[in-house]
Nanobody
Framework: QVHLVESGGGLVQTGGSLRLSCAAS????????MGWIRRAPGKERELVAA????????HYEDAVKGRFTLSRDNAKNTLYLQMNSLKPEDTAIYYC????????????WGQGTQVTVSS
């Protein structure tokens, strides 16, 4: 069982930065991809960025490429999302999730953290 806890959200002005953290209470196994998924009001959820835990391979959604950066601390079992040059359209609840590659499903979700970018 893995318990995910996000932190680091908040209110920031356009062009500002935030760093989200996702701390995992249990071990993240190599068959997982860890991702940040956001849901904006009235929109479908979208995968923002993801990292394959075994290889470190990263993927970014086009709208955030060059602005968001994933990193991790294996010793702390923590995933980070550095968000720079934030835009109002980045406003959403950001969820950390663990995708089971073998079963093709999200096994674990965090509670979400609100990111609000004011114009």
């Amino acid at each position: 069982q893995v318990h995910l806890v996000e932190s680091g959200g908040g209110l920031v002005q356009t062009g500002g930065s935030l760093r989200l953290s996702c701390a995992a209470s249990g071990r993240i196994f190599s068959n997982y991809t860890m991702g940040w998924i956001r849901r904006a009001p009235g929109k479908e959820r979208e995968l923002v960025a993801a990292i394959r835990w075994s290889s470190g391979y990263t993927h970014y959604e086009d709208a955030v490429k060059g602005r968001f950066t994933l990193s991790r601390d294996n010793a702390k079992n923590t995933l980070y999302l550095q968000m720079n040059s934030l835009k109002p359209e980045d406003t959403a609840i950001y969820y950390c999730a663990a995708f089971n590659e073998e079963k093709s499903r999200y096994d674990y979700w965090g509670q979400g953290t609100q990111v609000t970018v004011s114009s």
